[in-house]
């Protein structure tokens, strides 16, 4: 675990004049429990505040870049926004991980790899940004870190959806996931999967989840197509 405050501030490009919510965001239940700093003292009800905040932000946000697009539309991009696995990706610009406060147990089975966690502090810390800094300050970090090169996330986030619908208006075969390996620990797993067009590859994707690979592997296909 990673002690030095400072560096995450300056990581994050935000510096609190309340550290403890910092630390608060950085609390894991499993450590509070440990620690015995009562119900409240873990990062679930500033996880909470900071969900609603990134909704709000990535909804406004949306709304704004994309005048013309549905509101169907809109929702399905903004989840692929907030999802686990992006706030994961984002989360690993600024080495999250290593901060984030567990209990021993937790620390021992993986718990600092594995993504619910790493998605959830995330959440708690752009809830404790806006305590701390008020609406203005925990929008320019959702900007700067989650919703920044928007248009080509959109299509690596959502490259599954995307290729579905160009192969089913061109009367192809169903799009098949076919999972290639599977490495690592269960807290450090690799996933690599390949994607079958009319049963040929059209691209082979790797992630820490089954899920972000088959990502990966439509976003390959897609720039194979021409498409990204």
């Known amino acids: 675990m990673n002690n030095n405050l400072n560096e995450l501030q300056e990581l994050l ?4 004049k309340n550290r403890e919510l910092l630390k608060q965001a950085l609390t894991h239940s499993s450590y509070a429990n440990e620690h015995q700093l009562g119900k409240n003292g873990s990062n679930e009800r500033l996880e909470f505040l900071g969900d609603a905040v990134l909704e709000l932000v990535s909804s406004e946000f949306f709304y ?7 509101e169907g539309e809109l929702t399905k991009i903004r989840a692929s926004f907030v999802c686990e696995p992006a706030l ?6 600024i080495r999250l991980s290593e901060f984030i406060r567990l209990g021993k147990g937790e ?5 600092r790899f594995r ?7 995330f959440e708690a810390v752009i809830g404790s940004i806006y305590l701390d800094g008020g609406f203005a300050n925990a929008k320019e970090v959702i900007l700067k870190f989650i919703l920044n090169g928007y248009e080509n996330k959109v299509f690596f986030y959502d490259s599954k959806t995307i290729l579905q619908e160009i192969i089913q208006s061109q009367d192809s075969r169903p799009v098949e996931y076919c999972l290639l390996s599977e490495e690592g620990p269960d807290h450090l797993k690799k996933f690599v999967v390949a994607v079958n067009i009319n049963g040929q590859v059209a691209g082979v994707g790797e992630g ?6 088959e990502q990966a592997a439509a976003y390959e296909a897609l720039k194979k197509l021409g498409k990204v």
Do not use: W
């Open 88 to 93: 994961v990706d984002c989360a690993g610009n």
């Open 107 to 111: 620390e021992h089975t993986g718990g």
């Open 115 to 121: 993504p619910s966690i790493i998605s959830d502090t």
């Open 208 to 213: 820490v989840s089954k899920k972000s690979a």
């Open 13 to 16: 490009g935000y510096e609190y």
């Open 64 to 70: 704004e870049v994309y005048p013309d697009k549905p």
